[in-house]
């Protein structure tokens, strides 16, 4: 089964990036139109035509994939976005934005828990099990620097007025996605489950409810992040489009090393003790910030440097806990744990740039950092009650 695994590497890791890349494309969509007078209350509510169908979806996804299979589902989904992906650069109301972003959030959610059975049923041992979803994370990362360098490019080169065209190039990768898919055998386990609802009983336990609180707002601090860093750079610091994405860019560049540093190195390491150590670094770096902002200058450009540097330390969370809590798991619930994960991680989302668009509207950017830095308190607090939990057998 390990090495079934390792034959499926590389469509995993390009389902995560395709995901990654129509996802994270949020900060350049938010970018430009921000610059054709759409205010950023409606921007900011712009996340969660995104993130309500992943929520939405996730809750009947387990019955739909135990109907058609893993391998049909996440090819029907790659094919979607591929189509999706065709037809954006074409429609130029604002209104299709929503729509396009609640179809991508849907198919996200059926690819995301193909992906984890996939992952769950083929290893047994924690700490492989933790390496391998570092790394196939690991090319979500590549996904953000892919999208947000490619079309800094497109932007701020003579044709920046085609920037939508860029959307064919992830197209492509999808049907090449789905081409791999289709071409690669799959173990799939069997689910005779009959009804439309998942079955929810036993995730009420105290173990499971500071994981799912843990995971909400990791995934509220990285959006607070990937969704809106660039506006911040252009709005508050002074720079122009194209340098305010490559400062996604280069977070996403450091979240790639953290993760792949943890996959690498996770069999040294107890997993409570890492992820507090990440924790602590991330909120390290974050008293800096706040210090040279209210010490020094509030639009000192050193900020541009530091605050990538977070990505580090900020990426190996959500796969450390996500592994912690699979592996734990009965395999017979880790499609519906998957669901539910996915859900918390939507609404996260949603939360974060639903609060980050009522900072920019109302001017008050330089509590940016203050606030990124109260949500980390919270995952410190979430992630010291879950490993206590865990560690207890819930």
Known sequence: MATNLRKITLPLKLTFLIFSMVLNCMGIIIL?????????NKLGLLEAFKDLPIALIS?????????????????????????????????????????????????????????YNIIKHNIFDEKTLTKTM???????????????????????????????????????ISFFTVYLFMKTEISETENKSTTLLPDFKGFGKPAFIAFFCLLFFIVFTEQ???????????????VDSFFAL???SFLAVFSYLGRIFTAQMIRKFDL?????????????????IILIQFTDDDK????????????????????VANSKMISSADKEKVNVLTSIIVIFSSLGSSASSALIS???????LNYYAVFIFTAVTIVFIFGFSFFKFINQKY
Do not use: R
């Open 246 to 248: 490559q400062a996604t």
């Open 300 to 319: 000192s450009s050193v900020l541009m440097f530091i605050f990538p540097v977070i990505g580090f330390f900020l990426a190996p969370l959500y796969p």
């Open 59 to 115: 809750i009947f996804a387990v019955s739909f994939i135990s109907k058609i299979g893993t391998k049909t589902s996440i090819i029907s989904a790659l094919m979607i976005v591929a189509v999706c992906s065709l037809i954006l650069p074409f429609v130029q109301v604002f209104w299709f934005y929503k729509l396009w972003f609640a179809i991508i959030g849907a198919c996200f959610a059926l690819g995301k828990i193909c992906v």
């Open 224 to 238: 607070s992040f990937n969704s809106w860093l660039p506006s911040y750079y252009k709005n508050h610091l002074g």
């Open 32 to 40: 430009q139109l921000s610059e054709e007078n759409i205010s950023y």
């Open 134 to 172: 570092s790394s196939v994370e690991a090319s979500f990362m590549i996904g953000i620097f892919v999208v947000n360098t490619g079309f800094g490019w497109l932007i701020s080169s003579e044709y920046g007025e085609f920037w939508k065209f860029g959307f064919f190039g992830i197209s492509l």
């Open 358 to 364: 009522v900072l920019f509207e109302n001017e008050m």
């Open 272 to 288: 409570s003790k890492y992820f507090y150590f990440c924790v602590c670094m991330v909120l390290l770096i974050l008293l800096l």
